[in-house]
């Protein structure tokens, strides 16, 4: 494995931030429009003082868990929010432009499927080598590993190429896994993981929401879950956090359910499928 001096990933942790800055620097004007599409200026003028994220979120018929991302001082800098009709139905604000979810979506459009799976391609690429630079430990002595929504194996063949002992098993939607490149040590397994996940001594997850099937996925006394997840630091203002909170407004504007979480709500969601420990 080639070893890099930490001055080597520290430069390169700065240019992945100023890249990822630069990629998500229409978030703000997002948030804009929807506090203009909400009437949040002339809700606080009518209220006549400050309101609360509960007294706010009541007068705008909204959820008041979205409001409080949406309203996160970072994003909002010196303006204000964001919203749609769509959003306070639950549904995500693709599924309102396109009557249907990404996933749909690019299931349907081959020519869509590939521009999103080559975008989290880039993505999977850094964020696999940053975590095989800094977590080295965490790969030795593993038999196989689980990609779950591992797009089209990027990630994989960064740490299968590094890690060469490992097995790895780049599980996706059909669409995704039916195209995914053959490489060797890597095999490609469609299906949902809402209803199963192939079988391995490691789970890996660059997005969630299935930790309950992982985990019947996995050794009950031997395996692991691994996930490459932000976690939100609120009131802190360490110079990531504006991508954290960009990557969440990310989230709320393309999925359903998806979004970055707090260490509490990670302690939540790890809790309630059924964990009983676990190392951030
Ligand atoms: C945000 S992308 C993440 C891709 C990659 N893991 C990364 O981080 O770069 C989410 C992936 O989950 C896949 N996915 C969504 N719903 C799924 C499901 N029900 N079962 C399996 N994969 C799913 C998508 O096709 C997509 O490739």
Not at 146 to 171: E, M, Q, S, Y
Not at 194 to 213: G, S, Y
Not at 242 to 270: C, F, H, P, S
Request: hydrophobic share 45%; net charge negative; charged share 20%.
């Amino acid at each position: 494995m080639e070893v890099k001096s930490i001055k080597e990933v520290n430069e390169e942790a700065q240019a992945q931030l100023d890249i990822w800055k630069y990629v998500f620097s229409f978030t703000p004007m997002a948030v804009v429009k929807c506090a203009i599409e909400f009437q949040i200026a002339d809700v606080l003028e009518t209220h006549g003082r400050a309101m609360t994220n509960a007294d706010l979120s009541a007068a705008l018929g909204c959820s008041p868990s979205i409001l409080h991302r949406i309203m996160s001082p970072v994003m909002l800098a010196p303006w204000h929010k964001l919203s749609s009709r769509a959003l306070t139905n639950g549904a995500s604000a693709f599924d309102a432009a396109h009557g249907k979810s990404l996933w749909e979506y690019t299931s349907e459009n081959p020519a869509h499927n590939k521009q999103f799976n080559d975008a989290m391609a880039s993505h999977a690429r850094l964020a696999m080598s940053a975590i095989i630079d800094h977590y080295p430990e965490t790969f030795k002595g593993i038999g196989s590993l689980v990609d779950v929504g591992g797009g089209d194996g990027t990630a994989l063949r960064t740490l299968v190429k590094a890690c060469p002992w490992i097995h790895g098993i780049n599980f996706d939607l059909p669409h995704v896994a039916n195209v995914a490149l053959h490489s060797d040590g890597i095999e490609h397994v469609g299906g949902d993981m809402f209803e199963m996940v192939p079988k391995a001594d490691i789970a890996f997850l660059m997005c969630i929401d299935i930790l309950r099937k992982c985990r019947e996925a996995i050794p009950k006394d031997t395996g692991k879950v691994i996930i490459a997840e932000a976690v939100i630091k609120e009131g802190e203002q360490d110079k990531y956090n504006y991508v954290r909170l960009a990557l969440d407004m990310v989230m709320l504007a393309n999925t359903e359910k998806g979004k970055e979480r707090t260490i509490q709500e990670w302690e939540y969601v790890v809790n309630s499928a059924g964990f009983s420990r676990y190392t951030v």
